[in-house]
Antibody
Framework: EVQLLESGGGLAQPGGSLRLACVAS????????MTWVRQAPGTGLEWVSTISGSGATYHAESVKGRFTISRDISKGTLYLQMDSLRAEDTAVYYCAKHTGDYYYYAMDAWGQGTTVTVSS | DIQMTQSPSSLSASVGDRVTITCQAS??????LNWYQQKPGKAPKLLIY???NLETGVPSRFSGSGSGTDFTFTISSLQPEDYGRYIC?????????FGGGTKVDIK
């Protein structure tokens, strides 16, 4: 069974940085697109960033220029570098695996989520 | 951005009831519509992909239909473990967008 384990969440000050990590196992990591989705308290799901199987990256307008998605295939790990954090970035962040190598495939496996709180 | 509008926003039904949820996209997304279930404090779980395909391991009481802009999700016979929020999602055109969800309670 596919496993995704996120880490790196915590408390950050406005303007600060955090790096989230998602360790993937039990599938060929480089063959699938991977995505970060967030959920602010009491709200719905919001797509953040995707990296395709070929390594192309896509970001939501709300995080473009501040967040960077990347991966280390040798480590089977997905990252989200979050800079210039704002209060509105406060959310639970999930990593998710797609069923194929591009963003338009469904997300069939999700991590447990890691909580990011941006506050002074 | 493509807006995904779900209705109803919540419902309460009895075990054995048939439950139907609709999702409307603000523009044509062909068949590229997925349905997820999310329970409180948990990650979403994929139930239906590409509008009508049942994810492996998901009970057959769950089904989906539709294409273009109008989609339907059905639970044919509601079970106690089916409580939670049901969420539609499109990723045909970036940014991927999610519906606001339908909260399902068991009477």
């Amino acid at each position: 069974e596919v496993q995704l384990l996120e880490s790196g969440g915590g408390l950050a000050q406005p303007g600060g940085s955090l790096r989230l990590a998602c360790v993937a196992s039990r599938f060929t990591f480089s063959s699938y697109a991977m995505t970060w989705v967030r959920q602010a308290p009491g709200t719905g799901l919001e797509w953040v960033s995707t990296i395709s199987g070929s390594g192309a990256t896509y970001h939501a307008e709300s995080v473009k220029g501040r967040f960077t998605i990347s991966r280390d295939i040798s480590k089977g790990t997905l990252y989200l570098q979050m800079d210039s954090l704002r209060a509105e970035d406060t959310a639970v962040y999930y990593c998710a695996k797609h069923t194929g190598d591009y963003y338009y495939y469904a997300m069939d496996a999700w991590g447990q989520g890691t909580t990011v709180t941006v506050s002074s | 951005d493509i807006q995904m509008t779900q209705s109803p926003s919540s419902l309460s039904a009895s075990v054995g009831d048939r439950v139907t949820i609709t999702c409307q996209a603000s523009q044509d997304i062909s068949k590229y519509l997925n349905w997820y279930q999310q329970k409180p404090g948990k990650a979403p779980k994929l139930l239906i992909y590409d509008a009508s395909n049942l994810e492996t391991g998901v009970p057959s009481r769950f089904s989906g239909s539709g294409s273009g802009t109008d989609f339907t999700f059905t639970i044919s016979s509601l079970q106690p473990e089916d409580y939670g929020r049901y969420i539609c999602q499109q990723c045909d055109i970036l940014p991927c967008t999610f519906g606001g969800g339908t909260k399902v309670d068991i009477k």
